[in-house]
């Protein structure tokens, strides 16, 4: 795979910087594309382009010409996605659609999307909890089908929550930055958690890349390739584990919400056959994300 061409949409994002590192890093020529050029560009050559412009999407392909595609961009903000569905759909589906018929001409080109362990069972009559999940339902059974119609090499992986090192709108992330402004002194307020036993599966963002290389260079099309640590853990598990990474006692308030239905059980088995296994502890995934956002603030 030396010197071919990833194209990887999303990256200035918290893992798309670390995918473009890890490619780089493994011989890989990366293309960026990010949507708009914001702080320190990502490892590669940058291109900027929105992903739900249709002609735009089709010049970034002509233009890279990739050998793998890693598609990570979209919104991934649960809360967000209640404010504005369509904008979400978009982000998305669509983006996901434009980049599918881009690619379509293109021989030889294996696509990774990454979708979500947030989706919903289509089994049932359609009950998603929130337009989040019916939008990254939507992406991957779109993108099966294209693989199926189109005989396209497109390849799925449904990564859990991902955490570690950088800038991240997730629990882990969110929690992290204020821990490092409390311990700096520059915030007082108090952090809510809606529930203390409502589980996740938390996986670190490097383990994450790492998958999506042997999911692209090794993975069968069509497949969907759980990617996660195999370990459910509640929030209640999060916050015993910052409190033994910071001398201060956290002002964290729990309140009494029901807890979210689990997502569906992952098993990453099919992911380990291809050689890939998670090898960064969670604590160590939690002490390094905490220490990224106390650097932020020197």
């Not at 709108?169 to 520059?186: F, P, S, V």
Request: charged content about 20%.
């Amino acid at each position: 795979m030396k010197e071919s061409t990833i194209l990887i949409t999303g990256a200035g994002g918290f893992t798309g910087r670390h995918a473009c590192r890890h490619f780089a890093a493994h011989g890989y020529s990366v293309a960026a594309a990010v949507r708009r050029e914001d702080g320190e560009p990502p490892e590669g050559r940058l291109y900027v382009c929105d992903l739900t412009n249709k002609a735009e999407v089709r010049r970034l392909v002509e233009e890279t010409k990739p050998r793998f595609v890693l598609h990570l961009a979209g919104r991934n903000a649960v809360a967000d996605s209640w404010k504005d569905p369509l904008g979400c759909m978009e982000a998305n589906l669509l983006s996901t659609l434009y980049l599918l018929e881009a690619l379509r001409g293109l021989a030889n080109c294996r696509l990774l999307v990454a979708g979500s362990m947030l989706d919903f069972d289509l089994s049932n009559s359609p009950q998603p909890l929130h337009p989040y999940s019916l939008a990254k339902t939507m992406q991957v059974l779109t993108a099966q089908a294209w693989s199926f119609l189109y005989s396209q090499e497109v390849l799925v992986a449904k990564p859990s929550n991902l955490i570690g090192p950088g800038r991240s709108n997730g629990i882990c992330g969110l929690l992290a930055a204020r821990i490092a402004r409390w311990e700096k002194g520059t915030d007082a307020s108090v952090f809510r958690l809606s529930s203390w036993h409502e589980k996740r599966d938390y996986l670190d963002v490097r383990d994450a890349v790492a998958a999506y290389r042997a999911i692209l260079e090794a993975g069968q099309s069509g497949t969907v390739y759980p990617v996660c640590s195999g370990t459910m853990r509640s929030l209640g598990d999060l916050v015993v584990t910052y409190r033994g990474l910071t001398p201060l006692t956290l002002p964290i308030e729990v309140g009494q919400t029901e807890p979210l239905p689990p997502p569906l059980p992952m098993d990453a088995a099919v992911t380990q056959s291809l050689g890939w296994s998670p090898s960064i502890p969670f604590a160590q995934s939690l002490s390094e994300g905490l220490d990224f956002y106390r650097g932020a603030l020197t």
